[in-house]
């Protein structure tokens, strides 16, 4: 079984009274030392006070703790938000007797209303007493807002003679689409590595794993994935073959919970990956693999399981790259739909049926016009997702 733990790490949840409903709403993650960290963050240009002092306080690459809430978003508040942000930064580093520009703050929740600091000063101390480095999962159950369950992903690796640990926990399941998602994201590991090796390394991972799912085609104002370095392993993070072993592992984290948050999106029931090959350029295989995944007509009928093959072929079509319509094939799973532009008949449709039954499967666009190609994640649209959205801050 995985380990949950991070040498070097301690984390808790906490009930601070932010959620109506009593739950846990208030996280903490601290490091013993002095970690490297690197952080990516939304590109909505709307963004939140806490993404605005993180961005700030991630430039000087040292950080010794996250204090995360979950119940209120803490944007479009005003000077007050970027104030109510640096209180909570100040009373978890007054608790750990830590720098407080070496605290980083997350928030996710409703827009446009004030956080109640107050109540997160008064539950720090309670929520510092409950570090443990086994918490990890008490702080993923905190930032959860209409997630059906903490996520939490654990690796180990190996570095000349030394082992690593990496773990990351994120939560995130609607406002989810590539440039970042309505999602956090905290990573910890116990190698050894520079904050620019960190911020390189992350940025590639990201781009692998969280720009490449949407459930429902919408951005967010806090999206911010966090990641420190503890150092303690002794594993050497360097260019060469100890970065990509360390790279590797990283991926491996993020794509797993990334996936996770599609297959855990909001009223979902599929995961699906959406692949584009035969393409003149991976940038072209990327705008019509976005499209196809984006669409309302195709993820209803995803969600209906039915094969409607015009529905992706349409959106093909209106993804802004040239295609040759009488060339396209597309499968679902091993099969055939369209052949050459053309349906392959109720047989194939009966058959696909089948496919789009299962729980995850993928689809394949062969464009036929060259060698590049992508893939993105997406899930079906459901009645619930409706639902869910629809009374949202009710």
């Not at 949407?214 to 806090?222: A, H, K, R």
Request: with cysteine; charged share 20%; proline share 3%.
């Amino acid at each position: 079984m995985e380990t949950r733990k991070c040498p070097g790490f301690q984390a808790a949840g906490v009930a601070s009274g932010l959620k109506k409903n009593g739950e846990k709403d208030l996280g903490l993650i601290y490091c013993e030392t002095p970690a490297a960290v690197a952080g990516v963050f939304t590109r909505n240009l709307i963004c939140a006070a806490p993404v605005q002092l993180d961005r700030q306080r991630v430039s000087r690459g040292i950080c010794r703790a996250v204090i995360a809430n979950s119940g209120n978003a803490n944007c479009c508040t005003g000077q007050r938000g970027m104030q109510d942000a640096v209180r909570m930064a100040r009373a978890a580093a007054a608790g750990l007797g830590v720098d407080e520009k070496e605290v980083l703050v997350a928030s996710t929740g409703v827009i446009g209303e004030p956080l109640p600091v107050g109540k997160i000063e008064s539950a720090s101390a309670d929520l510092i007493k409950r570090l443990c480095p086994e918490g990890i999962t008490g702080f993923a159950e905190a930032i959860m807002t209409t997630d059906t369950v903490p996520k939490v992903v654990s690796r180990r690796g190996q570095i000349e003679n030394h082992a690593f640990t990496i773990t990351g926990t994120a939560k995130g399941a609607g406002m989810i689409r590539p440039d970042m998602a309505t999602m956090l994201c905290f990573v910890m590991t116990d190698i050894q590595a520079s904050a620019d090796v960190l911020q390189e390394m992350l940025k590639t991972s990201v781009e692998q794993s969280f720009n490449r799912i949407t459930v429902d085609g919408d951005t967010s104002t806090n999206d911010t994935v966090l990641l420190m370095a503890s150092g303690l392993s002794g594993a050497t993070v360097a260019p060469g073959a100890r970065q990509e072993a360390f790279q590797a592992a990283l991926d491996d984290v993020l794509i797993t919970l990334a996936k996770w948050l599609i297959k855990d999106g909001e009223g979902a029931t599929k995961l699906i990956e959406i692949a584009v090959t035969g393409a003149t350029s991976r940038q072209d295989a990327r705008k019509i693999a976005d499209t196809v995944a984006h669409s309302s007509l195709v993820k209803t009928a995803l969600f209906g399981e039915d094969a409607n093959w015009g529905r992706i072929l349409a959106a093909v079509g209106r993804a802004g790259v040239p295609v040759e319509p009488e060339r396209i094939d597309i499968r679902f799973g091993p099969v055939f739909m369209v052949q050459n532009g053309m349906g392959c008949g109720k047989a194939a449709e009966a058959r696909a049926t089948e496919i789009l039954q299962q729980p995850e499967f993928d689809i394949t666009i062969d464009l036929k016009q060259g060698d590049a190609g992508t893939s993105v994640f997406t899930c079906d649209f459901s009645i619930d997702y409706v639902k869910i959205n629809a009374d949202y801050r009710t």
